[in-house]
Each structure stands twice: as structure tokens, then as C-alpha cells.
């Protein structure tokens, strides 16, 4: 878990990986036009060296699919360390708020990750959540009837939609407060922002505050629990352990703390990209108004295309080698499976949106491996819903100045910050 | 050796020899057998290896664990008594096995 600032001096081995001055013109936190310089990192310098962040920087598809797929050399236990380490006042913060988190299950290794896994991976199935498809779809379309109510005829379906939605599911699953989605969605920027933003110490003080506020929430859910059961997924992880499961009531708050975050996040962004991307390309947008069945798979081409996560890190825990480049033993490191999911050697015209693309699902943006996002099939039922009852009340939406949509500065998110629409009379 | 026979959903049959050790979804994925998709690479997270086992290789495998079956309501096509996904099936040297792919995985 050292943060990886204390390698940042310098790249410790550097056949090869040592980066040129304009470092093919990628900047580790800016998010709204990265893939130029993906494609050329993918062409020029496929492992390298990023002295700013302290990273390897991984873009070919076949170099990152295999290090997720050794999570004996590349661990993931940094997958959640701040890129910028935390300054001293944020410290204090935190230390005095009981600020114990780290990680539910991203950054945890085997055999501790297996063994905490097996036990939420069975109170979070597709039972569990597909009962939930009428209710998520009227929340979809009670939330794009008000937008649709607006006489100026002008919506933000990051906002009005993308927003809601999904963080009404994962509290509802939860058994969190679902009055509460402004509070959550505060202390999810924030946990975004604190581990993998680009913060000066002043800056990360208001962000410390939420995430103390944020861990009690996830404690005092446990607690309630424990008192009270109830239908739910914490009530479930709760009973699991008094049923002879081996889980900590802090492994279960940390399980809650992942999912009150990776549990609507990249969901919001999804749905947000999703409508953005295909009024972008109004002719494929047709398509699936005129036959809804091709949804699933053009939320696939989504994925890959702009997929809500665009790098992850690993550490190697032994001298390794990645794409011919030596990796020392330490050595931790960034796999922008942004530049994979578009890595001409695995998709044909990667650069491309194509909602036929037969191989879509190949996509690496819910990662490979052990870590395999759980809520991959929820995220995409959502997304699915969203499309549908677009495609169903509001066919002629249109997007108004995409070239002018801003992304959030993340090192790994990609979060557009709005997606403004309008529609005709 | 180890053999797996795939019938896809059109009746195409492909005869695969595996390694033991290696689970049939696997021994899909390493060959370019269509019809498997398995997204997630074995770690019970995405049901896109689903397969129909012929009734009387049922017997040859492994039983299935309580992760496997609640998978097993998230596939695309609709499971059904003879269903399980690939990448919990592992083989053994003397794995002789039919097994059919469905339709779709999405």
C-alpha cells in the first residue's frame, strides 16, 4: 500500500520504459480526449514509465488482460491507494474520525479476498437484483417524465437520470436510506476525488470530512443490521456471519463502503455515456429505437468504446516482465484498459463505434480475472432499462454542444460532467 | 486425453481434446470454440459460459456448489435442469463429454 509517490523520482530500471519529454501526450488526469494519446502510447512505447504518478504505464489489450490475469505477481493491493498522498491535515482528519477503511474487495489479495468474496458474491446474485427490474424501471421512467415535463425542452441526462437511478438501486439493495442519494453521491465524489485525483493538501480538508462521515454511515448500517435485520443486503452479510461465515463486522462495513461507491458510480457514468455516444451517432441510435433488442449489445460497444473506468493499478510483487519491459519487484502500475478495449490488434477499426461489433463483449473495462467487477450484470441491467424507455418516450432526443461535454480530472474515472439534451415539441 | 464435443446452437459440432486440469470453458476459450464467451474468466461473476450437458455426462461431473447455481438465474438464455456453467466444469483425463451451446450468452 506505499503510496506511489514514493517511487515517482524516477523509473528504477528504464530499458526502455523511461518516458520521452512529451510522454506521447498523455496527461495521467485529464479525461476528455485521451485516446490520441493512447493510440500512440499502444504504438510508440507500450510500457512506460510515468515519473509524474510513480506508474508503468500498461495500453495493449493483450499486456493488461494478462497482468489481471496473474494476480499472483500483480497484486492489486494498491488499486485503492491515494495517487496523491494524503497531506497532513487530511491525516489528522481522518485519524481522529476513526477512518479505518481501505478496500471491500478491490485491493485485497488472496486468500483474505477469495474468502470474503464467496460470502458477498452470494448475497449479491442475479436474483437478488433482477427482482428489482420493475421498480428500477419505474424509477427510469418517473425520473425521464419530469425531465420530458420541462417546457424549455432541455435536460441533462447526467443529472435528471444517470444520477439517480442507479444510487436508488444500490441503496435500496443495501438497505441504506433512499432519501439520502445527494449525501451518498457527495461522499462517493469524494472518495473519487481522495484516492485517485489530483488534490493539494488544501483541497483534500472538505474531502477527509466527507469520507469520515461516509465510513461512519457504513459502520452504523452494520450496527443496524445486527439489531434489526431486514430484507437486505447488509442485513444478509450480517446473517451469513451468524450463520458460521467468516466475516468481520468490519469486512462487512468495508464490503458496504466498496458498494455505497462502485455501486452507482460507474453507473451513473455508464448511462451517462451510454446516451451521449449513441445520439452522437444518431443513425445507430435509430437502430435500436426501431429494434430494441440490440440495446444489450450496443451497451457492450459502450463499454469498450467509453467504458466508465479507463486505468487500474497493480503492483508486482516479484521481478516481472510486461510487453518485454522489466518490472521491478515494487514496481506498481497503471493499465489504461481505455486504450485496450481500442487496441486494433484484439478490434478491428478500434477507434470506431460500431453497435454490430461481434466482439464487443471482449471489452476490459470491468476488469479480468478475480476481480471481476461483481456488479457487472446489474450495471448493465440498468443501463439496459435506461435505453429502453429512452428509445420508448423520447426517440427524437438530440444532444446539444457534445463537443463542448467536460470530464471530470481523475486518473482512473472517466465521468463526463454533464450530458446536456433537447427534444422537439 | 481429455475430450470435449460442442454442439452450437445451429448443431454444428466441434470435437475439442483438452488438457486435465482445465475446465471446459477453458478448453473453449484456448481452441476459438464460438459460443462461450466467459467474460470474466472463471470468477462466477458473469454467466457467459453457460452450457447444456447432455444427460448422460451429468454423472461425469463435478456437483454443482450453491455459487454456480444462483449464477446460473442470471443467464441470457434460461437455465434448465441439464444447464452449468463451463468454467466450473474441470476435466480429468478420462472426461468424454457433449455438451451444447445456447443461442446467446448476452
Known sequence: ??????????????????????????????????????????????VMFDERIGLYVVSRY??????????????????????????????????????????????????EHTRIRAVVQKAFTPRRFKV??????????????????????????????????????????????????????????????MTWGDLSDEEQIPHAHNLVEYWQECQRLVRVAHEQGGDNLTADLVKAQQDGAEITDHEIASVLYSMLFAGHETTTTLISNAVRVLLAHPEQWQQLVEDPKKIPAAIDEVLRYSGSIVGWRRKALKDA?????????????????????????????GEEFDISRSNAREHLSFGYGIHYCLGNMLAKLQAKIALEEIARLAPNLKLDNPEAIEFRENLSFRVPESVPVTWEA | MPTVHFTDAEG???????????????????????????????????????????????????????????????TAVDREDNSRLSCQLKLSEDSDLYVTTPETQV
Not at chain 1, 503510496?3 to 485529464?30: I, K, L, N, V
Request: net charge negative; aromatic share 8%.
Open chain 1, 1 to 46: 500500500m506505499s503510496p506511489s509517490t514514493e517511487t515517482a523520482a524516477r523509473c528504477p530500471f528504464g530499458h526502455g520504459a523511461e518516458a520521452p519529454a512529451g510522454h506521447h501526450g498523455y496527461q495521467p488526469f485529464q479525461m476528455k480526449d485521451p485516446f490520441p494519446a493512447y493510440a500512440e502510447l499502444r504504438a510508440e512505447q507500450p
Open chain 1, 62 to 111: 493483450d499486456d493488461i488482460k494478462a497482468v489481471f490475469d496473474d494476480w499472483e505477481t500483480f497484486s492489486s493491493e494498491n488499486a485503492q491507494a491515494p495517487v496523491r498522498e494524503r497531506g497532513p491535515q487530511a491525516k489528522q482528519i481522518m485519524e481522529e474520525g476513526g477512518f479505518t477503511a481501505y478496500s471491500g474487495l478491490s485491493a485485497r489479495r488472496p486468500p
Open chain 1, 132 to 193: 428489482l427490474e420493475p421498480f428500477i424501471r419505474q424509477n427510469v421512467v418517473d425520473q425521464l417524465e419530469a425531465m420530458l415535463a420541462n417546457p424549455e425542452r432541455r435536460g441533462d441526462i447526467f443529472r435528471d437520470l444517470a444520477y439517480d437511478v442507479p444510487t436508488v438501486t444500490i441503496l435500496t439493495l443495501i438497505g441504506a436510506d433512499v432519501e439520502q442519494v445527494d449525501t451518498f453521491k457527495r461522499w462517493s465524489d469524494s472518495r473519487a476525488a
Open chain 1, 321 to 349: 516482465e510486461v510487453g518485454g519491459v522489466k518490472i521491478p519487484e515494487g514496481g506498481q502500475l497503471l493499465l489504461l484498459m481505455g486504450s485496450a478495449n481500442r487496441d486494433e490488434g484484439r478490434f478491428a477499426d
Open chain 2, 12 to 74: 454444428v459440432v466441434r470435437d475439442i481434446e483438452g488438457n486435465a486440469g482445465d475446465s471446459v470453458m477453458e478448453t473453449a476459450v484456448r481452441n476459438g470454440v464460438p459460443g462461450i464467451v466467459a467474460e470474466c474468466g472463471g470468477s462466477l461473476s458473469c454467466a457467459t459460459c453457460h452450457v447444456f450437458v447432455r444427460e448422460d455426462c451429468l454423472d461425469q461431473l463435478p456437483e454443482m456448489d450453491e455459487m454456480e447455481d444462483e449464477m446460473l438465474y442470471g
